[in-house]
């Protein structure tokens, strides 16, 4: 039953979902800023449950920032240090491998890598790193670098883009994550992050990538100095390349957490608006099939709503959470597994643990062990 909108406006928004018509920057526009939440909420949660019915996807994975030094000093991120900064870390190899195997004793999918653009680490260190996690941890899928570190290692090897990721595909690199996408308007970029590769560069190597083989998720830092034209049209750019490539599973919306960094005055995203971003997502990118609510920068209990509100997955366990905790973060780095259940459940919705590629997890708990179902 459809419901009476508030906003008439979105009743011609409606009649496009149901036909599975495109929307256009201007039904973008519209839907960023309709007082009518629930009417937006109402026609995400249709598409959603049109591609997805009542599941939900959870991993167990952790995070791995291998370190935080970084030559970038973009005013968005409080985790990045200067090496000469006496709190700043670089784990050793063998930290690292002992490292990952840390946490619950519920058994990883996934490992999910990120870290700063360290001046002196070498691709081969980066390589070996990835050898050695492949070697300890056969099973665990190994989700490495943001589009914004293939750039850094490009630029510092002299290697292309391409020659850099095909030697961590075959280092053991399986898929990447959706980081440092920020916002494409360069206007923007250039003030809070104007350290790394633009918007046009971030989306050559998603596509390098991609025609390689290698998945990717994508995101945009939402809550900052953007306008809502400047969201619409990240999305659209994100479409766009989705049409081309198919290679991006999950788009994550990251609100923006100021604390600790160079845009404290900007203030917090608001649940209303977190939620709004889901649902605006959902139904702009109608190519790419999953939304992530990620439940560390949305806090689980915002995260859980958004389940009602175009999202279909909650992420993981992660663990180890630093990004957001140092940008004030609220919420604490790790679930487990029975927490995610639990919030997934509570919302009405079927939990359906997944690896990395979204293939469906069998586990036999007594034994912590884990099957991939293909
Ligand atoms: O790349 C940095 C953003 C990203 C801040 O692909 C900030 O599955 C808010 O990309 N406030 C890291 N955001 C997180 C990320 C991610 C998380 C979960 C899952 C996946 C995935 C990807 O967070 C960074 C940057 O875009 N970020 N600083 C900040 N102060």
């Not at 691709?123 to 050695?132: A, K, Q, S, T």
């Not at 050559?204 to 991609?210: M, N, Q, T």
């Not at 919306?253 to 100021?258: E, K, M």
């Not at 973060?329 to 590629?357: F, H, K, M, N, Y």
């Amino acid at each position: 039953m459809t419901p009476a909108f508030e906003d008439s406006r979105l009743s011609t928004i409606r009649d496009k979902v149901e036909e599975g018509q495109r929307l256009s920057s201007e039904d973008g526009l519209t839907l960023y800023r309709t007082p009518d939440l629930l009417g937006v909420g109402w026609l995400a949660n249709r598409v959603r449950e049109r591609l997805h019915g009542n599941k939900t996807y959870f991993n167990v994975n952790r995070h791995i920032n291998p370190t935080d030094v970084c030559v970038a000093s973009c005013k968005l991120c409080a985790f990045g240090k200067k090496a000469k900064d006496p709190t700043a870390y670089t784990w050793s190899h063998e930290q690292i491998w002992e490292r990952a195997g840390h946490g619950y004793s519920e058994a990883v999918t996934e490992f999910h890598i990120v870290g700063g653009l360290h001046p002196e680490l070498t691709l081969d260190w980066y390589c070996e790193m990835l050898r050695g996690l492949k070697q300890r941890y056969p099973k665990v899928h190994l989700k490495a670098f943001t589009m914004v570190e293939i750039g850094y290692f490009a630029q510092r090897t002299k290697l292309s883009h391409r020659e850099v990721l095909e030697r961590l595909k075959g280092a053991g690199m399986d898929s990447m994550p959706g980081g440092g996408a920020e916002i494409f308007s360069e206007r923007v970029r250039r003030i809070i992050c104007d350290h790394k590769i633009s918007g046009d560069q971030w989306i050559d190597v998603a596509r390098i990538a991609h025609k390689l083989g290698i998945h990717s998720n994508c995101t945009m830092l939402y809550g900052h100095i953007e306008t809502e034209a400047d969201r619409v049209d990240h999305l659209l750019k994100l479409r766009g390349l989705q049409d081309e490539t198919r290679g991006f599973q999950t788009f994550i919306p990251l609100a923006f957490h100021p604390d600790n960094t160079a845009m404290e005055h900007v203030g917090k995203t608001t649940g209303f608006n977190d939620i709004r971003e889901i649902a605006v997502s959902r139904l702009m990118l109608d190519n790419i099939p999953h939304i992530k609510a990620y439940w560390v920068m949305m806090t689980p209990q915002i995260a859980q709503i958004a389940l009602r509100f175009g999202a279909d997955d909650l992420d993981g366990t992660v663990v180890e959470e630093k990004i957001y905790r140092d940008a004030g973060g609220a919420t604490s780095g790790s679930l487990r597994r029975g927490d995610l259940l639990r919030l997934i459940q509570e919302a009405g919705r079927e939990p359906v643990e997944r690896d990395t590629l979204y293939r469906a997890v069998e586990r036999k708990e007594a034994e912590n062990v884990f099957t991939v179902l293909v």
